[in-house]
């Protein structure tokens, strides 16, 4: 059973950066296609940001130009470094990822973004 946790959420200001981290719980475990989700209160889940197994990104348009997805060599740690940030990116987000066959979420990092 793979977990994964991510970290880096909390209260910034509008127009700050924060960054986001997912880690497997074990090193060993390497993912495939990830991606970033988030969710607003009283919203559904919704696409934020992906990346493949070449290394391709893609955003959903409105973070396009300010966040940025990324993994680690490893291929078991996952980031979504984000800037210029405005209260609409207030959620909880969660990461999303491919190892082996299966999928898994993470329990979700709370990003606050205060006007």
């Known amino acids: 059973q793979v977990q994964l946790v991510e970290s880096g959420g909390g209260l910034v200001q509008a127009g700050g950066s924060l960054r986001l981290s997912c880690a497997a719980s074990r090193s060993t475990f390497r993912f495939n296609a990830a991606a970033w989700y988030r969710q607003a209160s009283g919203k559904e889940r919704e696409w934020v940001a992906g990346i493949s197994t070449d290394g391709t990104s893609k955003y959903a348009d409105s973070v396009k130009g300010r966040f940025t997805i990324s993994r680690d060599n490893a291929w078991n740690t996952l980031y979504l470094q984000m800037t210029s940030l405005r209260p609409g990116d207030t959620a909880v987000y969660h990461c999303?990822?491919?190892?082996?066959?299966?999928?898994?979420w993470g329990q979700g990092t709370k990003v606050t973004v205060s006007s």
């Open positions: 999303h990822a491919e190892v082996g066959p299966y999928a898994y």
